[in-house]
Each structure stands twice: as C-alpha cells, then as structure tokens.
C-alpha cells in the first residue's frame, strides 16, 4: 500500500539555506515498519494528530516524504575522542524539515537511525532498538523535569537488522527541537574562515531561537551571551 503526505506538511528554513550548509539526503525505506510509541501531546502540539496511523508510520520510518519536501544531513564540526574534527555531520540523521507548534513558532523534525548519509563516514547510519527506547523515554524524562532537550515525537521499529557486535532490531526515532544547530555547526565554518556563512548561521539562530535579540547592539555577542547563559543554567551547583 502505498502512503502519502500532506506537500504543505513541513516547510524547509534550514534546507533552504546555502548548500553547503548540509547534504541533501533522502532516508532510506524500512522494509517492514512498526510504529511502537506516538507522542499524542506533542503531536496535538504540531497539529499532526490528524494523521493516520499508515501517515505515522510511514512519517517515522522515512517511508513516505511529502512531494515539496527537502531533507537533509548537516553539516558541522566537533571534538570527538580528545580531538578536534574539522568535518563530523549529520552521520546517522536527517532533517525533515519544521512544523509550527500553537505558538506559531518553528519546531524541526528529524530521523535518527534512518541510514547513511554523505558524513557517515563508513558507517551504516542506522540505530538499533535499545538506544532509540532509551532516548525516547529520557528526552521525554528530561522534558517533564523542565530541561530543555529535543522531543521524541514518535519511533518505529524498521523490519532489518543492524549488525554490531550481534544481530540485534533496527529502529528509528523521530525527534523534534527548535534547531538542531550545535556550536560545531558555528565552528565547521570558523575552522574554514567563512565569515559569510557565520553571518547568514548567526541571522538564522537569532530568528530562530532568539528574535527578541535582533535588535540589540551586537547581535552576535547577544547571541553568544544568551547560549553560554542557557548552558549554565543547565548547571544546578554553578559551573567551575
């Protein structure tokens, strides 16, 4: 049976910017999936509780992507293992694309474990069953506690395997936040000397996570001050 989508069910601010921010990238298809958790609120939050259960699970699984649709792997830097990577990305992720929530504001959704992309760097892109079951319930554990994380929205189980150090039930979660920008995606184009793209990255944090700081003297510094406050906040005894 196939499935389709609403075309106007996402718009696309992030995909929309210049393309070397990211690398276009369809999901794969899962053969065979389940939808085993929805967030019914969170849902309700987006307006997509309308969607039938066929819509939910093809959403969830990358099996169905509305015709307009635009997703991609981004791009950003980072330090793993003790060092510094000029090039990580989204290796196992892919931007959808934004729905609005009741206040109007833009929330990204994403795919974790729906399969390779051009940052994987040799690995599969996929995710088993235990991490995305436990990022599930923590991210919605975290939420509930009122620290600000990403949101699961829902997460199916996809029909293969995913081979580690045994066979074990691939798995995806669909996941939402306002942005998924990190500070690597900031230092991917520092380390490159692109003062352009730090200016359009700048413009499109501000509007997105904090326009009521576009009008300040420095927006740049605002924009920092503001990230390293919420940072601390995170931090209950203070940060040392």
């Known amino acids: 049976m196939t499935v389709t989508l609403p075309d106007n069910l996402l718009t696309h601010d992030y995909a929309d ?11 794969d298809p899962s053969p065979n999936p389940r939808l085993f958790a929805w967030n019914e ?35 950003y830097a980072g330090h793993q293992f003790g060092g510094l990577v000029p090039q990580l990305g989204d290796g196992r992720a ?6 609005p929530d009741r206040q109007h ?6 795919l974790k474990g729906s399969g390779p992309t051009p940052f994987s760097r040799g690995g599969d892109g996929r995710a088993w069953l235990g991490p995305v079951l436990r990022e599930y319930l923590v991210s919605e ?8 994380t990403t949101r699961a929205l829902g997460a199916v189980t996809t029909g293969q395997m995913v081979w580690r150090d045994q066979p074990l039930p691939g798995a995806i979660i669909t996941r939402t936040a306002r ?5 690597g995606t900031f230092v991917y184009f520092a380390l490159r000397g692109d003062k352009e793209a730090l200016r359009t990255l700048v413009t499109f ?16 510094l605002a924009l ?4 390293v406050a919420a940072q601390a906040a995170l931090c209950p005894n203070g940060c040392h």
């Open 17 to 27: 910017l210049p393309e070397h921010f990211a690398a276009r990238q369809l999901p």
């Open 94 to 99: 892919v931007l959808l694309g934004e729905r």
């Open 179 to 183: 942005s998924h920008l990190r500070v």
């Open 105 to 110: 504001r833009p929330v990204e959704l994403q």
């Open 141 to 148: 554990a975290m939420f509930a506690l009122g620290v600000p």
């Open 224 to 227: 920092l001050e503001a990230v």
């Open 41 to 75: 609120e969170l849902a309700a939050a987006l307006a997509l509780d309308d969607l039938s259960l066929d819509q939910r699970t093809a959403l969830c699984a990358g099996n169905a992507i509305p015709q307009k649709a635009k997703p991609v792997a981004a791009a």
């Open 205 to 220: 944090a501000l509007q997105r996570c904090h326009p009521e700081l576009t009008a300040a003297e420095n927006p740049a």
